[in-house]
């Protein structure tokens, strides 16, 4: 092969192999690959896919990507190995290949492998090979200096809007909406320039009308470098920016949900502005963009985006209120569904038009999942016959339209046909929404849909998840949205005392809501179960993020019998809320921390000893598990693949709540500190409440020894 000088970028995905050799006496190879790129000047660069348990045909997705220059053939070398927990790891079987670079190609190959001698060996290996010569990287980069301007973009009269909503991402391009209401005409030919030219231009579409107002949706795609870059767009008049993510970047991303108000009388509660958590974290963020860190690339909304408990104040239901049994059999007026499109029309626009928030929804792209608010309170946890009265299906199928619209930015049509790329494909009819951003999975699963009094989701609906998961193993971390926190406190005896009774009715529908309610404990467990052995079957930490509570608290999920083979199952637990809402009374925080110390065994059997609690916040001087104040939640990815976790809280904004979680490890002595890196020590032991994740077994032998003293 000729001598050719190239400099350029190379992306590298493994993406499986098949029929390997069995090399385990009892079940199944445990394969991994491991890489070597180099050239004549020697190596490039290396790694290693995860290892795929028990399977003789691994798919592993990783994909890894390195700007290289240099001359000649470059040669790719492919071990493919069998991970052992005693002696040395086996050999599967190899291939080398060798390419000299051209201008751009894009190429999938299949190699049978070969023995370490070069003759034929039992199974083929998968892979996906880019390159993208510097000079067309540098053409990108010189298009960004052409502005992109919308044709014909006319000043219009703008309701709501710019609002940014992130639609999921390739190794090339990072695919954004833009969302804006109008009034009357300009939808079609809106004033928008953006700074960095969408590789295909931007698609405007119409995603729905009511009355004289008109919601549109404006698509695009930005191509991706190794290195973040910062997109400044203008729309209507106004100037925005955005931040893109490098290609190997860590994510920057912000928690939240509960953003209203059940009643508008509980506005007069709150002690500060109704949008400060809001003010801050638009400051913060161009605090973070400003001093080099980059700002924040993601919010992800875990439901209650917007409060429509007041569609009970339409007047044909003017003294009803959610739950209310005598509206099963109610008969709506013929105007009463054009009444409740212009009251969601109301709502969205008047909920996120607000002073800071504005601005948010501008800056950070968002992605969307919705709860009980965005429907009205309650909904799914009422009996059948009030959930399909005529009454409640209107506004149930009025609210889905509307979230479709404003928090997927879709038409219903385009949801329900699963073709946003970001839909959950299988046999379900959830809305449920699946990313990939990096290294970086996200999954938010749609809790309300599907819900009933007898379920939370269809299996279809867990079937269709774990295969997703299964499906994109190159990720290292997994944040699953929830909007009902999973690990959390056991009001059961509560429950049961309000069905006895009768007392405190107004909270039955609340109850449950929860998982730990009886009707939805054996889904829970399964659900509990199966993540568990996900996480440890595809070595991805699972982060689950929920809000609905009002309060903010973090908790664990693990299982004793696995822990000592890593701390892949491990599974941390964070709630943020609210970020708008007031925050319960003191008596009720009180109440939460007398019982929500309790160690719960969630399954004690010969297959598992799963555990959950919520834990303290010890880097506090009250040790609270509680966070009393509105919050919201920051989740900053950082080069060792771990996650420093910070709640900023109503009138303490300066002194956080910290946490972080650790990467992936296997091994035994996972949980000495000695093991760790200088800066994540010095990290763990400033936050001494640092994720057990890290420090698991002095803290699990107390829990297990000394249960009665965690009530």
Excluded at 159 to 174: D, I, K
Excluded at 426 to 452: P, W, Y
Aim: proline share 5%; net charge negative.
């Amino acid at each position: 092969m000729e001598n050719k000088s190239w400099d350029g970028q190379l992306i590298l995905t493994i993406v499986s192999a098949k029929n390997l050799n069995n090399k385990d006496w009892v079940g199944l190879s445990d394969p991994y690959c491991l890489f070597q790129v180099s050239s004549i000047q020697g190596e490039l660069f290396n790694g290693r896919t995860r290892t795929v348990i028990d399977n003789l045909n691994p798919v592993w997705k990783t994909t890894f990507s390195k700007q290289i220059t240099g001359s000649g053939p470059i040669t790719l070398k492919f071990n493919v190995m069998d991970e052992d927990d005693v002696g040395s790891d086996d050999f599967l079987g190899m291939y080398t290949y060798q390419f000299i670079p051209a201008e751009q190609f894009q190429l999938p190959l299949t190699f049978k492998l070969v023995s370490k001698s070069g003759k034929p060996h039992p199974g083929e290996l998968d892979i996906l090979l880019t390159w993208i010569e510097q000079s067309k990287i540098e053409k990108r980069k010189r298009n960004k200096e052409t502005n992109y301007v919308f044709p014909g973009g006319q000043q219009a009269e703008v309701l709501l809007g710019p609002v940014l909503l992130y639609h999921g991402s390739t190794q090339n391009l990072y695919h954004i909406d833009i969302l804006a209401v109008f009034k009357g005409n300009g939808g079609d030919t809106p004033l928008l320039t953006i700074n960095t030219p969408p590789v295909d231009g931007v698609k405007a579409s119409l995603v729905l009308i009511q009355g004289s107002r008109s919601l549109w949706r404006y698509r695009f795609a930005i191509a991706r470098f190794p290195a973040r870059h910062r997109v400044c767009y203008t729309f209507n008049g106004g100037t925005y920016k955005f931040e893109v993510p490098g290609l190997e970047e860590p994510i920057r991303c912000l928690f939240m949900s509960c953003n209203g108000f059940h009643d508008p009388e509980e506005r007069k509660k709150l002690t500060s502005p109704e949008f400060e958590m809001w003010d801050h974290i638009v400051r913060k963020h161009k605090k973070l963009s400003a001093n080099g860190i980059g700002g924040y690339h993601l919010i992800l909304q875990g439901g209650d985006q917007v409060y429509a408990d007041e569609v009970f104040h339409l007047p044909f239901l003017e003294g009803k209120t959610s739950g209310d049994e005598s509206v099963e059999f109610m008969i709506p007026p013929e105007n009463f569904v054009e009444e409740v499109e212009k009251f969601y029309m109301d709502l969205y626009i008047r909920s996120w038009s607000g002073p800071h928030i504005k601005d948010g929804l501008a800056s950070i792209p968002s992605v969307m999942m919705w709860d009980d608010h965005d429907i009205f309170d309650g909904w799914g946890s009422y009996s059948d016959n009030l959930s399909n009265s005529p009454v409640y299906q209107i506004l149930w199928k009025t609210a889905e339209k509307y979230y479709c619209a404003f928090q997927l930015g879709s038409t219903l049509e385009e949801i329900l046909e699963k073709k946003l790329p970001s839909s959950l494909k299988g046999d379900h009819f959830g809305k449920s929404q699946m990313f990939k951003v990096n290294r970086l999975g996200i999954a938010c699963l749609d809790l309300r849909t599907e819900r009933s009094l007898h379920r939370v989701c269809s299996e279809g609906t867990y079937i269709a998840f774990h295969q997703w998961l299964q499906d994109n193993g190159d990720i290292d971390h997994l944040y699953l949205v929830l909007s009902i926190p999973i690990v959390y406190n056991d009001f059961s005896l509560l429950e049961k005392a309000i069905e006895e009774t009768g007392l405190g009715k107004e909270l039955e529908d609340d109850l449950k809501d929860h998982w730990r309610t009886e009707i939805h404990q054996k889904e829970r467990v399964r659900f509990l179960k199966s993540l568990v052995d996900a996480a440890e079957k595809l070595q991805v930490r699972i982060t689950i993020l929920s809000g609905d509570v009002h309060v903010g608290c973090a908790g664990v999920l693990f299982d004793q019998k696995k822990v000592s083979n890593g701390n892949a199952s491990i599974i941390n637990c964070l709630v943020s809320s609210a970020v708008v809402n007031v925050p319960p009374p003191p008596s009720v925080i009180n109440l939460l921390e007398l019982t929500g110390g309790k160690v719960e065994i969630v399954e004690n059997s010969d297959q598992y000893q799963l555990i959950a609690s919520l834990y303290r916040f010890m880097s506090r001087s009250d040790q609270r598990r509680y966070i009393p104040n509105r919050n919201y939640l920051e989740l900053l990815g950082d080069n060792h693949k771990g996650v420093r976790c910070s709640w900023y809280c109503d009138g303490d904004l300066d002194n956080p709540y910290e946490l972080y979680i650790n990467r992936c490890r296997q091994g035994p002595g996972l949980y000495d500190l000695a093991l760790l890196s200088a800066e994540e020590v010095n990290f763990v032991v400033k936050f001494l409440g640092g994720f057990i994740g890290l420090t698991l077994r002095p803290i699990l032998d107390s829990w297990l020894s000394n249960q009665e003293n965690y009530y």
